[in-house]
């Protein structure tokens, strides 16, 4: 059975003739480093000028905040966006967020988890480039990398400001690298934090230990990685989620059950789910299918199709981020089987132009930055919560929250029990209210949250500041 192995082994390292110069070792350690670099400074350039702006949301990078805010001050992570108690792991199982807290606790601010998803995204570039340059060479690397580093899947991460899948991306490329090489056991080990990301990743890892089993012939190796992918979803789902959930559940759980019908057609269609594919496979030429490493995007995608919820099967979602270093590396690793089969011109031309051809249409699809600072309705409204003290529990209008998660106790507005009244259990106290005066429609229709404005006078709040269409409220029970 043909194997995945690119480079000699070991002991044949070692017997090797020197033929290569310091300098040159040195110029191809670095070059991976250096295209992260101009794709980390894009990823920046595309998500912070957005929290300048006030284009950011609560949902999700206010809940991610005050998780990481949580992690950092050594509490449990609690995020009253969803609801007063709630933990987030009965939400999504993302303890390796706890990772990001002693950079938080340097720099409490919500630009610092859109920095250090930048950082990530340009981390995950450095495998997929060394691949590159060591099946195709120097020129092809860089045009692989840059491909990679702007591919929308990538990007589009930014759009949906910050999301723990943003850990899963380099873990990836690096496992995914690792297989390509051969290297079956590191493979392995980058593979498994992904079952501290989020609990659907243990389909990637799943995939990976079925890759080791079948191509590296680790027989061990690859069942016990399968195993611990299944039984440790199995786990998180079933146990440790419901058990860190109010309410007991897993949320998300009617999106696996089957209540019949074709399980085919729930699969695969509608014809949504194949725009998917295509759009997936179009930035590396659909090369990515001429190698066994595509196989890994089966799982993740079939997980994502089987649910009857279409915002999972769309190609404009953050979703896809974890899928590109998968289908990169896949087109690498098909270059170069496509080369293996002999130097004719038609390999020699493949693999000269492909890379180019995936930068063209990388840069084509990529969106320009817009680095404009926050105009003047921004400015008012910043000026407008400046009048909310810092440690105040308030409930904010989806847009507002990222601009007070960092020093405030925030909940969703128009989610809130009045103080003094009776609510649901899973709602918090708010003291203060910021909201919009016109409302743009989440959580709650305009009309329903213009009539929670308005009941806010009967409750006992009163109007303390306002500017930039933006209204503040404080309860004056607790004058």
């Keep these: 059975m043909t194997t995945f192995q690119l480079t000699p082994r070991p002991s044949a390292v070692r017997t090797a003739p020197f033929t290569r110069d310091r300098r040159s070792v040195r110029g191809e350690r670095l070059l ?19 929290q300048w702006r006030m284009e950011s949301a609560g949902f999700d990078l206010g809940i991610f905040e005050q998780v990481v805010r949580a992690y950092a001050s050594l509490h449990a992570p609690v995020v009253t966006l969803k609801g007063t108690g709630y933990s987030q792991l009965g939400d999504h199982f993302s303890p390796l967020l706890a990772v990001l807290a002693p950079v938080y606790r340097v720099f409490p601010t919500p630009v610092t988890l859109l920095v250090v998803q930048a950082l990530l995204l340009g981390l995950s570039v ?3 480039t060394a691949l590159a340059q060591l099946v195709l060479g120097r ?9 990679y580093g702007l591919s929308w899947g990538l990007w589009q991460l930014d759009q949906f400001d910050f999301h723990e899948v943003a850990l899963a991306v380099p873990l990836i490329a690096w496992s995914v690298a690792a297989l390509a090489r051969g290297r079956w056991r590191a493979a392995v080990c980058w593979g498994l934090p992904l079952m501290l990301v989020k609990e659907d990743q243990g389909l990637v890892l799943a995939g990976i230990g079925a890759l ?18 299944v039984l440790g979803t199995a786990l998180i789902v079933l146990v440790l989620i419901p058990a860190a959930n109010p309410h007991g559940i897993y949320d998300y759980a009617a999106n696996g059950r089957w209540d019949g019908g074709n399980p085919l057609t729930r699969l695969l269609l509608p014809m949504e789910k194949w725009h998917t594919v295509v759009v997936l496979l179009l930035p590396t030429l659909f090369l990515a299918l001429r190698s066994p490493l595509g196989l890994l995007l089966v799982l993740p995608l079939a997980g994502r199709f089987w649910t009857p919820a279409p915002v999972y099967w769309e ?12 289908l990169f590396l896949a087109m690498v690793d098909g270059l170069r089987r496509i080369k293996a089969r002999g130097p004719g011109r038609v390999a020699a031309g493949l693999a000269g132009l492909v890379p180019g051809a995936a930068l063209a249409l990388a840069l084509l699809a990529a969106p320009t930055p817009d680095l404009s600072g926050p105009g003047p309705t921004v400015v008012a409204i910043r000026q407008t919560l400046a009048v909310i003290p810092d440690g105040a529990s308030v409930a904010a209008s989806n847009l507002l929250d990222p601009q007070l998660t960092g020093r405030c106790e925030v909940s969703l507005f128009p989610y809130l029990t009045y103080p003094g009244q009776q609510g649901p259990a899973n709602r918090p106290v708010a003291d203060w ?12 229709p305009p009309a329903q949250e213009l009539d929670s404005i308005a009941q806010l006078t009967r409750a006992g709040y009163r109007t ?3 500017g930039g269409g933006v209204t503040v409220y404080h309860w004056a029970g607790t004058e």
């Design 32 to 50: 991976p480093w250096l295209v992260a670099l101009p794709v980390t400074l894009f990823q920046l350039a595309l998500a912070v000028p957005r």
């Design 126 to 128: 450095v495998p997929v």
């Design 139 to 147: 020129r092809q690397a860089v045009a692989v990398g840059l491909a």
């Design 212 to 229: 080791v089993f079948l191509l590296g012939r680790r027989r061990l190796l690859g069942a016990a990685t399968v195993a611990v992918a």
């Design 315 to 326: 190609a404009a979602q953050q979703y896809n981020a974890v899928l590109m270093p998968i």
């Design 433 to 444: 209210v910021a909201a919009f005066d016109r409302p743009n429609g989440f959580p709650t």
């Design 464 to 466: 303390v500041a306002r």
